[in-house]
Nanobody, 123 residues
Framework: QVQLVETGGGSVQPGGSLRLSCAAS????????MGWFRQAPGYEREGVAA???????SYADSVKGRFTISKDSAKNTLYLQMNSLKPEDTAMYYC?????????????????WGQGTQVTVSS
């Protein structure tokens, strides 16, 4: 059974940085897509970034140049480095994954989900 556990959320001032981690267990897929979504109160959940098994990445326009997604395959861990944070980045951030290439989901993996970690950007 696949489990995803996010850590690293918190409160930060505008312009600050945070690094989210997502530890995957029970993962046996060779081809896979992993990504980050976020949901702010009153808004729909949106894709933030995703990474394929071959390292290909995709980002939402709102985070390009500020966020970086990466993975450590040996540790089965996904990361999201968030720099130059803005108040509009405030949301619950979720890790997601599926056992096939990102090509099939348009870089929006949705089969497995973590419980979420809160990110708050405020002065």
């Amino acid at each position: 059974q696949v489990q995803l556990v996010e850590t690293g959320g918190g409160s930060v001032q505008p312009g600050g940085s945070l690094r989210l981690s997502c530890a995957a267990s029970g993962w046996t897929y060779r081809a896979y897509c992993m990504g980050w979504f976020r949901q702010a109160p009153g808004y729909e959940r949106e894709g933030v970034a995703a990474i394929d098994a071959d390292g290909s990445t995709s980002y939402a326009d709102s985070v390009k140049g500020r966020f970086t997604i990466s993975k450590d395959s040996a540790k089965n861990t996904l990361y999201l480095q968030m720099n130059s944070l803005k108040p509009e980045d405030t949301a619950m951030y979720y890790c997601a994954a599926e056992g096939r290439s990102c090509y099939y989901s348009g870089y929006l993996p949705k089969d497995y989900w973590g419980q979420g970690t809160q990110v708050t950007v405020s002065s």
